[in-house]
């Protein structure tokens, strides 16, 4: 190791750059930069698929220590990754960017010395830029070394910021885009949605302003991948964070922030923590006084007293001291009176008080996450049961055991998952409509037995509401009933796709349709892949782009029992059965459970049935010759209405994207996105859904980009 430290500074001593020089030098701030980023939302770098050169300081070094402890800092899976900063970085944003290295066991990255790479060091990196998700990224080239110009005495000091830059009354400022792979600091915020799997969390400032903060640096993690001899653990719910610091990523259309180093949370004194909170009714009657619990412990001090603060409806809220319990001091409880309005909304919060003055809340935001719970006379629906107002996903009766019946809308035939990481799934429904669907668990000994209810069963089932994955389910059945079988099922929902969008958890008008039968109706597939490059790669699970004029939503392909897919596995094509779904392709109608997963909503098909009207893309590829230069030809016809045939040549193979413009310049479509070997092609476009007017198309072939217009006239 030593040899190679040494190696590398004769490598950079002697200037040895040659094989970086033949490509262009651009800024971070270049790579980065989006026009309108609130009006237009994320795009792609223009500088995707380009090999190039980028200087940068770099923010964290890719290994602990290249000599004696070789752990990666961040997580990448097998990959070595950091973040570099613009050395001009400023208030202004688009300044940080992702750098990976990819197959750490070859050679060729090796001599990168990449994994010798410093913090502070100003380095001069050459790579393809690449984009995941809504992040840029740079893959560093095999075989170029980095190239130090210089060192820093430390890394750049972090932008103070608030969270109200990046979200406001609970609304995602888009134009913050700017700040991602950035370094900031937020001061006086406290944690919440404390997850003791990952290790990660959630910061707010009690005004319903959030951001997550995303373990993936191994020094926060609680998984396997976490760094060894770690002791970390995410702080309480409710604890008051005097700062913590990292680099800003997106995801989701939100933000996260990635502490680095562990002094990069810093915390002085702990509040009480209030955990076990119960109420003694599990469903609320009329007139009937209900008993609220909760377990309280010190932190740096001792609780000294306790409130427990509701309201009904829209009302003044009341605060109500909680008395401690002679049996177990921990124990402390209030009552909130009764209630004689059928159908009334009662939601609370805990907040206890220590020695030092200071205050524990559960929730810790207590404008989204409140608990609740509704006053019902009549018996429990699944509706009473999925119904979550404030925005935090979560059911009132989650952890009580309830009693429910609908008829099964999908069985285990329909969605049997994919892999060993995705589990069976089985669904039920009482009626059409928002909030009346669930998953059915299979936890525990009668939990199995649900494996074998059938679509069209009407079942009346016993068991605890459970969050799993941020999903509610009644899982841990005690009791199941087959009522009768081969039920017609409740219609599906026809929403518009941009009805659910790319909208998060954290959405009511979303999270609502959660585990319903919904359809979407002439749709057109707008990218094969929505977490990467078309076909078999690294980044595609199976999920893919829809839109029927209002907006782009995710298609889990993978879960469902039919023929359809991406191509997320080359073996695909093997089967003359399987359907591959490409780009422009068309749907009369698609029909399937919206589910949720890695905080994106998604329409689950489960069967070929679903499936209407399937229309792919029409490609006529002509090989009567080669041809020798790339042209992309004047759309025929033109004016059209409402298709014309965009035809294009290629001389050499490559990644060929073919994208249509409004007048703006904003994307309006996606044709083609996918490696062509050499030719002639034509594609077809249908403007149906658009209105008369002037539009653009081009064709990027790597370093090629050629552009021309066209006229629709309806």
């Given at each position: 190791m030593k040899f190679r430290l040494l190696l590398m500074l004769c490598i950079l001593a002697a200037g040895i750059i040659s094989a970086q020089s033949q490509y262009p030098l651009v800024s971070i701030h270049d790579i980065q930069y989006i026009d309108s980023v609130g009006t237009k939302g994320w795009s792609a770098s223009s500088y995707t698929d380009d090999t190039v050169r980028v200087v940068g300081i770099m923010m964290i070094r890719p290994l602990v220590d290249p000599i004696n402890n070789r752990t990666p800092v961040m997580y990448y899976g097998n990959r070595w990754g950091t973040y570099i900063q613009d050395t001009s970085a400023s208030s202004e944003g688009w300044g940080g960017l992702n750098v990976l290295a990819v197959d750490t066991t070859s050679p060729e990255i090796q001599n990168t010395f990449f994994d010798l790479s410093d913090t502070a060091q100003i380095v001069e990196l050459t790579g393809v830029i690449t984009s995941y998700g809504q992040t840029n990224e740079m893959f560093i080239l095999p075989s170029v070394p980095v190239n130090i110009l210089g060192n820093k005495s430390k890394r750049p000091d972090p932008l103070q910021m608030s969270l109200t830059d990046f979200m406001s009354g609970g609304v995602v400022n888009k134009d913050a885009m700017k700040y991602t792979g950035?370094?900031?600091?937020?001061?006086?915020?406290?944690?919440?949605?404390?997850?003791?799997?990952?290790?990660?969390?959630?910061?707010?400032?009690?005004?319903?302003?959030?951001?997550?903060?995303?373990?993936?640096?191994?020094?926060?993690?609680?998984?396997?991948?976490?760094?060894?001899?770690?002791?970390?653990?995410?702080?309480?719910?409710?604890?008051?964070?005097?700062?913590?610091?990292?680099?800003?990523?997106?995801?989701?259309?939100?933000?996260?922030?990635?502490?680095?180093?562990?002094?990069d949370i810093y915390i002085t004194l702990t509040p009480p923590t209030i955990s076990n909170i119960k109420r003694d009714v599990v469903q609320v009657h009329t007139n009937v006084p209900v008993t609220v619990s909760a377990k309280l412990v010190g932190g740096s001090g001792y609780v000294k007293s306790a409130e427990l603060h509701y309201r009904v409806g829209d009302q003044s809220r009341v605060a109500i001291p909680m008395t401690k319990s002679t049996v177990d001091t921990?124990?402390?409880?209030?009552?909130?009176?009764?209630?004689?309005?059928?159908?009334?909304?009662?939601?609370?919060?805990?907040?206890?008080?220590?020695?030092?003055?200071?205050?524990?809340?559960?929730?810790?935001?207590?404008?989204?996450?409140?608990?609740?719970?509704?006053?019902?006379?009549?018996?429990?629906?699944?509706?009473?049961?999925?119904?979550?107002?404030?925005?935090?996903?979560?059911?009132?009766?989650?952890?009580?055991?309830?009693?429910?019946?609908?008829?099964?809308?999908?069985?285990?035939?329909?969605?049997?998952?994919?892999?060993?990481?995705?589990?069976?799934?089985?669904?039920?429904?009482?009626?059409?409509?928002?909030?009346?669907?669930?998953?059915?668990?299979?936890?525990?000994?009668?939990?199995?037995?649900?494996?074998?209810?059938?679509?069209?069963?009407?079942?009346t089932l016993t068991g605890t509401i459970l969050e799993n994955y941020s999903v509610t389910s009644i899982d841990t059945l005690t009791d199941i009933k087959v009522n009768s079988s081969n039920n017609i099922l409740p219609d599906p929902v026809e929403l518009k796709t941009g009805d659910i969008d790319k909208k998060t958890g954290s959405d009511t008008t979303v999270e609502k349709w959660e585990s319903v039968l919904v359809k979407y109706h002439n749709i057109t597939v707008t990218n094969t892949n929505a977490d990467g490059l078309p076909g078999p790669n690294t980044n595609n699970h199976g999920e893919i782009y829809v839109n029927d004029g209002s907006g782009d939503t995710r298609v889990e392909l993978q879960d469902g029992n039919h023929n359809y897919n991406n191509l997320w596995d080359s073996t695909?094509?093997?089967?003359?059965?399987?359907?591959?779904?490409?780009?422009?392709?068309?749907?009369?109608?698609?029909?399937?459970?919206?589910?949720?997963?890695?905080?994106?909503?998604?329409?689950?098909?489960?069967?070929?049935?679903?499936?209407?009207?399937?229309?792919?893309?029409?490609?006529?590829?002509?090989?009567?010759?080669?041809?020798?230069?790339?042209?992309?030809?004047?759309?025929?016809?033109?004016?059209?209405?409402?298709?014309?045939?965009?035809?294009?040549?290629?001389?050499?193979?490559?990644?060929?994207?073919?994208k249509i413009y409004n007048i703006l310049g904003q994307e309006i479509q996606t044709l083609v996105n996918q490696n062509k070997t050499p030719g002639i092609y034509k594609v077809n476009f249908n403007a149906n859904n658009l209105s008369s007017g002037v539009y653009f198309y081009s064709l990027r072939v790597g370093e090629v980009n050629q552009v021309k217009k066209m006229l629709l006239l309806k």
């Open positions: 950035m370094y900031v600091e937020f001061h006086n915020v406290i944690s919440s949605d404390r997850n003791t799997s990952s290790g990660g969390f959630n910061i707010n400032d009690g005004n319903g302003n959030f951001m997550i903060v995303y373990p993936q640096s191994r020094y926060f993690r609680l998984d396997g991948n976490k760094m060894p001899g770690s002791t970390y653990q995410p702080p309480q719910d409710g604890t008051p964070i005097n700062s913590i610091r990292g680099i800003i990523t997106v995801y989701n259309d939100g933000f996260e922030i990635l502490p680095i180093y562990p002094n921990t124990i402390y409880s209030a009552v909130i009176p009764a209630i004689n309005k059928d159908s009334a909304m009662v939601d609370y919060f805990i907040t206890a008080n220590d020695n030092l003055g200071l205050i524990g809340y559960t929730p810790s935001d207590t404008i989204k996450g409140n608990y609740f719970y509704q006053v019902l006379d009549e018996p429990l629906t699944i509706r009473d049961v999925q119904f979550s107002p404030f925005g935090n996903g979560y059911s009132s009766y989650n952890g009580y055991q309830v009693t429910l019946s609908g008829i099964v809308t999908a069985d285990t035939s329909d969605i049997p998952g994919f892999g060993n990481g995705t589990p069976l799934r089985i669904y039920m429904q009482d009626k059409t409509g928002p909030w009346n669907g669930i998953l059915i668990g299979t936890r525990g000994i009668k939990g199995t037995d649900a494996l074998k209810l059938k679509r069209g069963d009407n079942v695909l094509v093997k089967d003359p059965a399987n359907i591959e779904v490409t780009d422009s392709a068309k749907f009369s109608d698609m029909t399937g459970i919206l589910y949720y997963s890695y905080s994106y909503y998604k329409l689950v098909p489960r069967k070929n049935a679903d499936f209407v009207g399937y229309t792919p893309m029409a490609v006529e590829e002509v090989h009567s010759y080669l041809p020798k230069q790339y042209t992309l030809e004047q759309n025929y016809p033109n004016p059209f209405n409402p298709s014309t045939t965009i035809t294009y040549s290629i001389p050499r193979e490559g990644m060929v994207t073919i």
